[in-house]
Every structure is written in C-alpha cells, then in structure tokens.
C-alpha cells in the first residue's frame, strides 16, 4: 500500500512539474489581458487626472480600496500602497506618466506575478473617453489572468462610473 501511495504521489508531482514550467514559462514571456472598460465623459483632462494624482483619497472613486499611498509626487518611478477589503497590502511602481493622457501602475502580484493598469483619457466627440486596461505578466499570469477577470469585471465598471460622476461634478 506504502509503495502505491508513494508511487501515486510521484506521477501527482512530475505531473505537476510538466504542466507548470511550460505555464510558468509562457506566462513568464507574454503579457495576458484581463480587462478592460472605458466610459464616455464631459469632464476635462484636468478633472480627471486630477482625481488620479490625487492617491491617498482614491477611496472616494474606487469602494473595495481601504487606503492608498504614494511616496513621493505622481510621476514615473514614484512608488505607493495600496490596501483592497480582505487582500494584503501591495505595492505599485508608476512605470509610465504623462500628465493629462495616462499613466500605468504596476502592482507586485504573489509568484512574481505583475499587474499592470494602463489609465488613459482620449479625446471623442463631445467629449473624452477614459480607459482601464488591465493585464498580467509573470510567470504566474496564465493562472491569474482569469481569477482576477472574475474578480474584476463586477468591481471595476462601477469603479470607473463612479470616477467618471466625481469628474463631472469638478
């Protein structure tokens, strides 16, 4: 029974080896899409990115956020924290700004997993467009790709609605 179990066990692990270093492989080369919302809105560039720069008070904007940090100016290379309801804290490194068309904020996932959220304003007519557009790397990104799809595609819309009416009212 002993040998059967451990033999049992051995195919469980090389089989978990075979299937996860070819994942962690590709996911470790590509970038995996998650989400991605844009809404139409009245509000100025300043408006808006105002709301951006300003991180400590993102809880207003964003309801599942129990604190933000930056330390130092809202800039490429700046870093932060971020606290979601019942998650850890993370940290973010700003690996793209520019002022009043978008930034990218790159979130430090379990399994060296990366997050990055691309933010954009872009002119429309009668008005601007914002867009979130989030995607995952890492070697762990084809196994996070589609939990924090689930997790995002009930959360993030409302996040971007209620960001949008804040930058409206000026």
């Known amino acids: 029974m ?7 066990r051995l195919i469980i692990v090389g089989a978990l080896f075979a299937v996860g270093i070819p994942v962690a492989i590709i996911g470790s080369t590509t970038n995996v899409f998650v989400i991605e919302v844009t809404r139409k809105t009245t509000a100025t560039r300043e408006q808006i990115w105002a709301l951006w720069a300003d991180v400590p008070n993102r809880t207003r904007w964003d309801a599942n956020l129990e604190y933000a940090t930056l330390n130092g100016p809202f800039q490429m290379g700046s870093t ?91």
């Open 80 to 170: 932060g924290k971020v606290k979601l309801e019942g998650q850890p804290a993370r940290k973010f490194l700003i690996t793209y700004c520019e002022p009043l068309e978008g930034y990218t904020d790159r979130f430090f996932l379990p399994f060296y997993g990366k997050m990055d959220w691309h933010h954009t304003i872009e002119e429309t007519e009668g008005g601007r467009q914002v867009t979130f557009k989030i995607d995952v790397s890492g070697p762990s990104a084809l196994l996070l790709a589609p939990i924090m799809r689930n997790i995002l595609q009930d959360e993030l819309p409302p996040t971007v609605d209620k960001l949008v009416s804040l930058a409206e009212e000026g």
């Open 2 to 8: 002993r040998k059967k179990w451990a033999k049992t």
